[in-house]
């Protein structure tokens, strides 16, 4: 197994690196209000194309440039813009510069799954577990991490009864335990 999370300087904040998008997520804040964390996003990073059922995203750029497309409308931020991905907005975010974009992403309300889907994609990532698109290549680690953080993607699993089935089925298989027992939280959380 990979390294997939590594301690900062601050002791409450948790950050994971996926080599496919290129980018690395630190955890600074969790509350019932809001989860706060900073992405570091390589030139030529990104995401694909997703929803959130219950919660918004909120982006602010720290340093360089970043693309953010929300219901198909392309917000190009510097330094100090923000936009916001409401929730069940089709939205995705990537840097086409050559320099690397720091940016700030609150989801509200707080999801407490959220970390925990990102600890295993981008453990499976950095496994080399997934696609170059960062989709893991067992569709049902695909199906929990969308369970686990409450996103939807284009395409069947957009079906939310047929996205639940299906991480009923993983869990039954005990797909969701050899995954949680893979990639566990950085020791004292």
Known sequence: MS?????????AARRYVNPVIK????????TGERTVLEIELAAGGGNTPHRHR??????????GRLTVVVDGASHE????D??????MSLHHFANPTGERA?????????????????RVAYGLAADGRTTKKAIPRNPLHTVLI?????????????????????????RALGVERALERRYPPPSGR
């Open 54 to 63: 219950t919660y918004a995203e909120h982006f602010t750029v720290r340093e």
């Open 102 to 118: 720091v940016f700030e992403v609150q989801l509200r309300p707080a999801h407490p799954g959220f970390e925990k889907a990102i």
């Open 3 to 11: 390294v997939t999370a590594m301690p900062t300087r601050t002791p």
């Open 146 to 170: 969308l369970d686990w953080s409450d996103m939807l993607v284009p395409g069947p699993l957009s079906l939310r009864p047929l996205l639940k089935l299906l991480a009923t089925l993983a």
């Open 23 to 30: 980018d690395a997520a630190t955890f600074l804040e969790s």
């Open 77 to 80: 931020l510097a330094p100090g």
């Open 82 to 87: 923000e936009v916001t991905a409401p929730s």
